[in-house]
């Protein structure tokens, strides 16, 4: 129950964060991962590496998983709660 907790807590931080940037983003049930679409249907490596170069926020690239990847990210929800926050802060900060 105290991880279920836990990782409810930094799924919901993602998918908070995610919204309030107006980027379409499915509340996951049970995993590690949130996987959301690239906003604006855009490659998903520019994305990344969009993201770590600009925010310094690591995403992986949905291609990395496939061709019907693309289009796609993944956010792994395996850091503590507070640097997840962090990491959602810098993306409000990028120009979208």
């Given at each position: 129950?105290?991880?279920r907790?836990?990782?409810q807590?930094?799924?919901?931080?993602?998918?908070?964060?995610?919204?309030?940037?107006?980027?379409?983003?499915?509340?996951?049930?049970?995993?590690?991962?949130?996987?959301?679409?690239?906003?604006?249907?855009?490659?998903?490596?520019?994305?990344?590496?969009?993201?770590?170069?600009?925010?310094g926020?690591?995403?992986?690239?949905?291609?990395?998983?496939?061709?019907?990847?693309?289009?796609?990210?993944?956010?792994?929800?395996?850091?503590?709660?507070?640097?997840?926050?962090?990491?959602?802060?810098?993306?409000?900060?990028?120009?979208?």
């Open positions: 129950e105290r991880y907790k836990t990782y807590e930094r799924r919901d931080i993602v998918v908070q964060g995610l919204r309030t940037l107006g980027w379409e983003v499915d509340v996951p049930r049970a995993t590690f991962f949130v996987w959301a679409p690239v906003p604006a249907g855009g490659d998903s490596r520019a994305f990344a590496t969009r993201l770590l170069e600009e925010a926020v690591v995403v992986t690239p949905g291609v990395g998983f496939g061709p019907s990847g693309e289009g796609f990210y993944r956010v792994a929800l395996t850091l503590g709660a507070d640097r997840i926050a962090e990491a959602m802060e810098r993306l409000q900060k990028l120009a979208w």
